[in-house]
Nanobody, 123 residues
């Protein structure tokens, strides 16, 4: 089991930045891949970013490439999502998730989820 708790969400103006944090506990954190997903009102949950267990490889949705950066600190059992140049379309609840592997873009490959943190970007 992996327990995940997100923090760092909030209200920000368009063009601003936020850093989301996900604190993990439970089984060996460094053995799992980590991802960020988001869900806007009335929409399905979608992939945002992921990184492998070492953090050496990262993956991004096209809509956030060049603006968002995922990273992790296995010594602290933490994963981060740095979000820059935020747009109103980025408004959503952001979820942290853990995966034992497979296609990092697929929501079904993630076994553990946090409760989510709200990000609101005003225009």
């Amino acid at each position: 089991q992996v327990q995940l708790v997100e923090s760092g969400g909030g209200l920000v103006q368009a063009g601003g930045s936020l850093r989301l944090t996900c604190a993990a506990s439970g089984r060996t954190f460094s053995s799992v891949a980590m991802g960020w997903f988001r869900q806007a009102p009335g929409k399905e949950r979608e992939f945002v970013a992921a990184c492998t267990w070492s953090g050496a490889r990262t993956y991004y949705h096209d809509s956030v490439k060049g603006r968002f950066t995922i990273s992790r600190d296995n010594a602290k059992n933490m994963v981060y999502l740095q979000m820059n140049s935020l747009k109103p379309d980025d408004t959503a609840v952001y979820f942290c998730a853990a995966s034992d592997g497979g296609n990092y873009y697929l929501i079904t490959n993630y076994d553990y989820w946090g409760q989510g943190t709200q990000v609101t970007v005003s225009s």
